[in-house]
């Protein structure tokens, strides 16, 4: 089994992972990024792109980390096509076990691992998904201008994407399995109030329906939970919101994470539980989950993580 050590380990190759890579090897530090099970990240599973500054036309997800990719290995960081099964972060360097046993060890770490959003797991689902079916409205709401468009879920998220939804279409519903809420109450007294939202209670989705070439959402089919009838609605835009599961199985007792299993950072930093070890993107932002603001704390984390090894090299004399 090999062994691979470097001043910067980081674990992930999404738009946090990639960003922390570029600028840790512009400040000399040779980062090793573990890749994972989806070199990538989440935006491998998606096809346009249109928020993500700096390109003035439409670009496809899969391009775009291919290019981060890449230029992070131009600016010097190495990949490594393996994902971590076990830490051990009670020791400087911080020690990492890889899925064929190879062993990593860093000086600091920066951990990047994303967050994977909840689906209901029905077949019409994933037949559906990026063509209809989505689970971010900020990512995707904009391509349903005008359209009718159903948000499946009853937390603070599905709320906030209901609202946020009616910023590009007038027929709004919301399907919610139960007959109450379980978002904040403020979130609720804005929704209700929101003549463009309509709340569907006690329903769950028995089927998406899909048709047309290329195939595209265009109803759905409901059961009522309570009296088991099917009912269906129109709607070419459908959003999961249900909630997401951050990739922090590994670090549980190893770091503080927050009630949701995100990862803790000292706010305004990357900073997390131990000091060296760093965390950005997904996997420590449950707000915002772009691939800019993971992109963005991902510098952070580099610049974070140079700034600790310069003060303990300081203090090491
Ligand atoms: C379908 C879809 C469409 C989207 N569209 C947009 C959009 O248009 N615009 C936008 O800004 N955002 C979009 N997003 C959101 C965006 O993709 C995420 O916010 C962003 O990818 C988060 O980046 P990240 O680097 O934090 O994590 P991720 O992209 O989730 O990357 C996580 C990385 O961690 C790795 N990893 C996980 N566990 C381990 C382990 N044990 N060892 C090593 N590596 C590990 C994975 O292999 C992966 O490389 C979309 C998301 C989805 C799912």
């Not at 403020?186 to 939202?197: S, T």
Request: proline letters at 3%.
């Amino acid at each position: 089994m090999a062994e691979h050590r470097t001043k910067m380990l980081i674990l992930g190759s999404g738009p946090a992972g990639l960003s922390a890579a570029i600028y840790g090897a512009r400040a000399g530090m040779a980062p090793i990024v573990v890749q994972g099970i989806e070199p990538g990240g989440q935006l491998m599973t998606t096809t346009d792109v249109e928020n993500y500054p700096g390109f003035a036309d439409v670009i496809q997800g899969p391009w775009l980390m291919e290019q981060m990719q890449k230029q992070a290995e131009h600016c010097g960081a190495k990949m490594m096509w393996d994902s971590i099964v076990e830490v051990d972060l009670s020791q400087r360097p911080f020690r990492m076990v890889g899925d064929g046993g190879d062993e990593y060890f860093g000086d600091t770490l920066v951990i990047a691992t994303g967050a994977q959003a909840r689906w209901l797991g029905l077949e019409s689902e994933t037949l559906l998904r990026g063509k209809g079916l989505s689970a971010c409205a900020t990512c995707d709401g904009f391509f349903f201008r005008g359209k009718k468009i159903a948000v499946i879920g009853g937390g603070n998220t599905a709320v906030e994407e209901a609202l946020y939804l009616t910023n590009h279409s007038d027929d709004v519903t919301l399907i919610h399995r139960r007959d109450e809420l379980r978002a904040e109450k403020i979130l609720q007294e804005r929704l209700f109030a929101n003549p463009k939202i309509t709340v569907l209670w006690d329903k769950t989705v028995d089927k998406f329906v899909g048709e047309g070439d290329p195939l595209g959402l265009v109803a759905i089919d409901l059961k009522d939970t309570k009296t088991g009838e099917i009912s269906q609605i129109a709607a070419e835009g459908g959003f999961i919101a249900i909630g997401h599961d951050p990739a922090t199985k590994l670090f549980a007792g190893h770091l503080e994470l927050d009630g949701d299993n995100y990862i803790k950072v000292e706010p305004g930093t990357t900073r997390t539980s131990v000091p060296g070890v760093f965390a950005c993107g997904d996997v420590m932002d449950k707000i915002y989950r772009q691939a800019i603001t993971a992109a963005g704390t991902g510098c952070m984390a580099a610049l974070d993580a140079e700034k600790f090894i310069g003060e303990n090299e300081f203090e090491q004399g």
